[in-house]
């Protein structure tokens, strides 16, 4: 068996532990998620193999463990310097990189450590949203992110208001909740500066009836919300993969997306999607608006049907393929 020891947390709907919830419910018993704090991490010395969620990577007693005999790392995202995780990550016995983008880091600077890649999978009960009937004409924007400086929010706020003065009207639903981002600008705490400044920007801009933070939401809470809205909006300044993304095109929103993660590879030159440089900047407003026009004055919202190999990943591939992975490097 294989367990994912992950940090206890009330942050329960971050992507790296949506990860690790739906590949150990995928896997038949074959891997296990346990949520425990430091203290609890001695009982864990002898057994099974042992993936620790990189969110421990700066705790002593994770490192300790991560030397033990078939124990690694499970590394969703990594911090700028390498030299804050480049010890640890070189002397446990493996690593499990979850996205390419992760694994070709480890790669270039570890290059004799043992890496696998294990992409998420879908959740093959996702299927293209049926249109549905426009009430109005007021074009419906939706951001699942959680509210910290990496997902653009901030920029994308002035970017959502260069717009508006230009002539498109909209109402900006956002989905999440504020969060750390050590893996973006160092630190440990939620930055309640960052979601001042941008609640600054939306009273700025009289934005009361504009936009909605709806809170964290379960994938079922998302997907009652998606049947209404005329566009995806995703406007991060950085991703290792984008798991927002699948979703998206697996319900067939149209997306206006920064260029990050997965979003060039799953998008390509699609024409209800629009791919922009991140971080979202006023150069590529005029792009932007006529993307939007297209959504605009319609009596049905529009769905795409898309294809794609990741869209055909389900979370029982992803585990079968992790825990075979393990077994032959043991």
């Known amino acids: 068996m294989i367990c994912i020891l992950e940090p206890k947390s009330d942050q329960a709907l971050t992507g790296s532990f949506l990860f690790n919830k739906e590949i150990a419910a995928a896997s038949h018993g074959k891997i296990e998620r346990i949520s425990l704090g430091k203290a609890d991490m001695e009982s864990f010395r002898e057994g099974d193999s042992l993936l620790l969620d990189s969110a421990w990577i700066y705790s002593v007693e994770a490192k300790l463990l991560s030397k033990s005999p078939q124990s690694g790392f499970l590394v969703h995202s990594l911090p700028e310097k390498a030299s804050e995780w480049k010890r640890p990550l070189s002397e446990c016995s493996v690593l499990v990189a979850t996205s390419a983008a992760v694994a070709k880091r480890l790669q270039t600077e570890i290059p004799d450590q043992k890496i696998i890649t294990c992409l998420p999978g879908n959740d093959m009960r996702l299927r ?29 706020a002035q970017f959502l208001r260069a717009l508006q003065l230009d002539g498109i009207d909209f109402h900006w639903y956002i989905a999440g ?115 939007l026009q297209q959504y605009q004055g319609l009596e049905r919202n529009i769905r795409q049907r898309r294809s794609h190999a990741l869209l055909n990943r389900s979370w029982t591939m992803a585990a079968d393929e992790l825990v075979k992975s393990m077994r032959t490097m043991n």
């Open 128 to 156: 293209s949203l049926n249109p549905q009937q426009r009430e109005h004409d007021l074009l419906r924007l939706i951001t699942v992110a959680n509210i910290i400086p990496r997902k653009g929010l901030r920029e994308a």
């Open 177 to 291: 909740q504020p969060m750390a981002d050590r893996d973006f600008n160092g630190s440990n705490d939620i930055d309640d500066e960052y979601f001042d400044d941008l609640q600054s920007l939306i009273d700025e801009y009289e934005w009361e009836d504009d936009v909605s933070f709806v809170g964290p939401l379960t994938m079922e809470q998302q997907i009652r919300l998606y049947l209404g809205m005329d566009v995806a909006f995703f406007p991060s300044r950085e991703e290792d993969f984008g798991k927002v993304l699948l979703e998206t095109a697996q319900l067939g929103l149209p997306i206006l997306t920064s260029d990050v993660g997965i979003a060039r590879s799953l998008f390509g030159r699609e024409d209800h999607a629009l791919i922009l440089p991140a971080p979202l900047s006023q150069a590529s407003l005029g792009e932007a608006k006529a993307f």
